[in-house]
Structures are given as structure tokens and as C-alpha cells.
């Protein structure tokens, strides 16, 4: 029989993002932008009281399962959960965490505290700490990056599908269609010339009824790189790379405003409008590689 023992062990990690308190904060509190760096969840309520519920693991491996209850939420300053973590049947911990959220000069400090018991040995303190650095590495990679002084937004994503499918969704116009623009929008298009120097023309349609018409001139359409001009008002020069990674890939994508104006007064909604942007995309990409 398996020993049974009892690890105790708090960690604490700090963070600075530059990004809005906005953002930082909705990355823990809006299950859409937390999914983008945190298991998605099948349940998610997030009130005192509320639960969040998701499982998940590498393919043909462990499954791992979070449970967790909300305890204290104030919020742009402090969330409190309990939470377990198993592995498969087993119960390997059940622990503690303390999201505090402090504005500064230079951006979003976090500090997360983990208050743990680890149990036989399943998973210890130092793994746990370990993953929880990668988790918040990737948070920062989901909350993108600006650049003031070059007028550019820069979004980084992990993508579940080689890189080809990758190429498919953009180079193919009907798949482009379905996920270009933020949530809300679709997309009828009028011209699609898939070449250097091609024109790429279009009507977004928002979700408040509004038709916004657009056209694009494409500069590179290689599986490795796609640059295109957005050649109607606002201007800026859209940038994706592709590099593939472990069976998956690599995506950044770069908006570089040409109009320091235009930088300013779309900032904050752009910054948010890509990433949804991205998360069509993999909703794309998921239906094409199950």
C-alpha cells in the first residue's frame, strides 16, 4: 500500500503587465479571457459562492480536474478561492489562492499566493509553483503588447493545429469569413485576390447593425507570413507569423498604426478586438482538425 503523507508549502508570485487594470482584471473574471490561458471551463461563476469547473491534460495522459469556490472577490484588488486539484480519481491537493491587483507607474502588479497541502506525493509544492509561473507567463502573452512610440499591438497565441490548417483559415476565403472581426461580427465579402499585391475587399457587419466597409491589399501570403495594408481609414500595416511548435503554432500578430491619432483613440478596444480575433480563429481550427 501506498504511503499516505501530507505536504504544507505557500508560494508567492509577482507579476507587472503593462496593460489596463481593465484587462488584467478581466482575464481572471471573464471566463472568455481567462480560457485564453487557463483550462477552459465547463462551469464558471464568478460571485462569492460561485463555482469553476474545468478539466483537461495532455492527449492519452492524466486527466487533471479544478475545482474550485470563491471566497472573497473585490474587485480590480483582490480575489480568494479554494480550491482541488485530482488527478484522474485521486485527490493530489487542495489549496488556497490570493490574487491581489495593485495599479503602479509601470502597469498591473499581481501577486498570487498559493496556500497548499499536496498530498502522497502525487504533485509537490515546487511542480505546482513551477506551473504557476508558466500559467502567468502565458496570461501576460494573452493580454498582447503596445508599443507608443512605434503606434503597434502586438497579440501572441498558441494555436492547436499545424501550421497548413493554419494557413487553410486564412488563405481560404469562406473560412476566412468566419472568424475575422471580434465577437459579434460576420463578414460578407466582395473581392479576394490571394497574392502579393492582391486586394482583399469587404463588408464587416457589427453586432449593432452597423455595416463597416472594408479594404485590404495584401504584401506577403506565405505559410510562414501574411502582411496585408488596411487601405481604408483607419491605416495600419497587419502583420501575422507563423511558426510551428510541437504540433501546433505559433501565431503573433502585429497592427502598426500609421497615424500616432488613430493609435490612441483604438488602443484599448483593438487591444481586445484581436485577441477575440484569435479566439474565432481557434474556434475555426478546432472544427477543422477534429
Known amino acids: 500500500m501506498k504511503p499516505r503523507f501530507t505536504t504544507h508549502s505557500t508560494f508567492k508570485i509577482e507579476r507587472t503587465y503593462r496593460a489596463s487594470m481593465e484587462r488584467v482584471y478581466a482575464a481572471w473574471s471573464n471566463p472568455d479571457a481567462k480560457a485564453r490561458w487557463f483550462s477552459p471551463a465547463e462551469q464558471f461563476e464568478f ?12 492527449p492519452g495522459g492524466a486527466v487533471y480536474t479544478f475545482d474550485a469556490l470563491y471566497q472573497e472577490i473585490v474587485p480590480h484588488e483582490r480575489i480568494v478561492y479554494t480550491y482541488s486539484m485530482d488527478q484522474d480519481d485521486d485527490r493530489i491537493s487542495v489549496s488556497v489562492s490570493t490574487i491581489e491587483f495593485v495599479q503602479t507607474e509601470e502597469g498591473v502588479k499581481l501577486t498570487f499566493t498559493e496556500q497548499g497541502a499536496f498530498f502522497d506525493g502525487y504533485d509537490k509544492p515546487e511542480q505546482r509553483e513551477h506551473g504557476t509561473n508558466y500559467l502567468l507567463d502565458l496570461l501576460g502573452k494573452s493580454l498582447g503588447e503596445s508599443n507608443d512610440e512605434t503606434h503597434e499591438l502586438v497579440s501572441r497565441r498558441r494555436l492547436d493545429a499545424p501550421r497548413e490548417t493554419v494557413y487553410r483559415a486564412w488563405a481560404e476565403q469562406d473560412l476566412l469569413a468566419k472568424w475575422w472581426g471580434p465577437n459579434g461580427f460576420t463578414n460578407t465579402m466582395h473581392k479576394f485576390d490571394w497574392r502579393p499585391g492582391g486586394v482583399w475587399e469587404f463588408t464587416m457587419h457589427g453586432p449593432n447593425g452597423v455595416d463597416y466597409p472594408n479594404r485590404n491589399v495584401f504584401s506577403e501570403v506565405g505559410p510562414e507570413r501574411i502582411v496585408l495594408r488596411h487601405d481604408s481609414n483607419p491605416y495600419f500595416i497587419l502583420t501575422a507569423d507563423f511558426e510551428e511548435s510541437n504540433g ?7 497592427q502598426a498604426f500609421e497615424s500616432a491619432d488613430d493609435y490612441a483613440k483604438l488602443k484599448s478596444m483593438c487591444e481586445e478586438a484581436n485577441e477575440q480575433n484569435l479566439d ?11
Open 248 to 254: 501546433g503554432t505559433e501565431i503573433v500578430f502585429r
Open 47 to 58: 460571485r462569492v459562492g460561485g463555482r469553476e469547473f474545468s478539466r483537461g491534460g495532455p
Open 280 to 290: 474565432r480563429l481557434g474556434a475555426v481550427l478546432k472544427g477543422l482538425t477534429e
